[in-house]
């Protein structure tokens, strides 16, 4: 990543805390509200503050990807990682199909499986294949995540590569990184729009623009590359607390209603 520091003042863990910071409430309010999807879409009929929070949410994604390939540098053993993101996307997959099942599908993988799924992606291209099987390993990764129908799909394991990649080439990681988000915000949302226009709509599409644009200068500009006070409490916080939040969704949502 570039070396300017005089804007590099957020470590890592702070940046994490940033984001699910947001991912908490924005979650907590989307599921609380799932029900029948108006025609606008779903969670259109929520009050414009609590669309907000839900929309800002889509802040921790990215940021997620761009600690996978940030990871894969820095930790001493690549299989344990795999395996903690393993574990951990099973035991959150149990929540997350309470939650979502009943609305997209019981079919489905959570974002964690994503996450696995990426670093598995850096392992193949950093294997020691010639280039045309490195390819097709990552073709079959990226097979996996359409085949799961895990959150994210393919766009997270692209990201990780292009992160990964172009790490030393700050002007080649931005044009890839907008170049996959711009063919996420295509296919979804042109769908989207097919059915006609509202404002509603088109204020899910700019704040998606916002969100991936956002977690771009947050990681590239202000992350100092540097972990925060307590890195073993935060990492082990960040990997429980993500099952655990679902699962307090779960609970909420079935006390309510």
Known sequence: MEKDSRFRVINRDMIKYIIIFFMFWGHLFAWLSVGDT???????DCPLWQRIFIELSL??????FFFIADG??????????????FIFACVTQVPFTMLWGPINGWWGAN??????????????????????????????????????????????PLTVLGL??????PKARLIWYASVWTVYLLTTNIP?????????????????????????VLMTVFYNGKKGRFPKFSKWFFYIFYPAHLWLAVILRFLMK
């Open 192 to 216: 989207l729009y097919m059915d006609g226009f509202s404002l509603i709509k088109l204020e899910t599409t700019v704040v998606h623009i916002f969100d991936f644009a956002a977690a771009y």
């Open 38 to 44: 108006p025609p606008d879409g779903l969670f259109a």
């Open 59 to 64: 802040l921790t994604p990215p940021v997620m």
């Open 111 to 156: 974002i964690m499986f994503t996450l696995f799924f990426s670093l598995l992606t850096l392992c193949a291209w950093e294997s020691r294949f010639k280039l045309w099987q490195r390819i097709a390993l990552i073709v079959l990764i990226c097979g996996a995540t359409a085949a799961l129908v895990s959150e994210w799909l393919i766009f997270g």
């Open 72 to 85: 894969y540098k820095y930790t001493r053993s690549v299989k344990k990682y795999a395996q903690r993101l």
């Open 164 to 169: 990964h990649i172009f790490r030393e080439k």
